[in-house]
């Protein structure tokens, strides 16, 4: 039902920033929760931020608050993930998600966002912070 493209990724020294963008094709004028996870070489997939249909609504993993801020147009259909005073920590595959519907569903306020949540996956942008 729609596509997901991230883009933005690239190589940044620490302390510098980044813009992500999401690009969430729908075939409906409806839009729902997007997240934003990363997963860096030998861990696990974490969540890192979401946005409610919106935009009205923000969740952000501890790791990231105060330093990245998730946006969105949706006349655009973009989700944006502002990333500020990065850390080499923060390199990783960033991937965008998209529910297909909010039905019965509640942003998780404690900053823990489930993979299961979201319905399609874009294929992933590249963080590199380093020296």
């Known amino acids: 039902q729609l596509q997901v493209v991230e883009s933005g990724g690239g190589q940044v020294q620490p302390g510098g920033s980044l813009r992500l963008s999401c690009v969430v094709s729908r075939f409906t004028l409806r839009h729902y929760t997007v997240a934003w996870f990363r997963q860096a070489p030998g861990k696990e997939r974490e969540g890192v931020s979401c946005?409610?249909?919106?935009?009205?609504?923000?969740v952000y993993a501890d790791s990231v608050k105060g330093r990245f801020t998730i946006s969105r147009d949706n006349s655009k259909n973009t989700v944006y993930l502002q990333m500020t005073n990065l850390k080499p920590e923060d390199t990783a595959m960033y991937y965008c998600?998209?529910?297909?519907?909010?039905?019965?569903?509640?942003?998780?306020?404690?900053?823990?966002?489930?993979?299961?949540?979201?319905?399609?996956w874009g294929q992933g942008t590249q963080v590199t912070v380093s020296s």
């Open positions: 998600a998209a529910r297909g519907s909010d039905y019965l569903f509640v942003l998780p306020i404690d900053g823990r966002l489930k993979e299961d949540d979201y319905d399609y």
């Open positions: 946005i409610s249909g919106t935009g009205d609504e923000t």
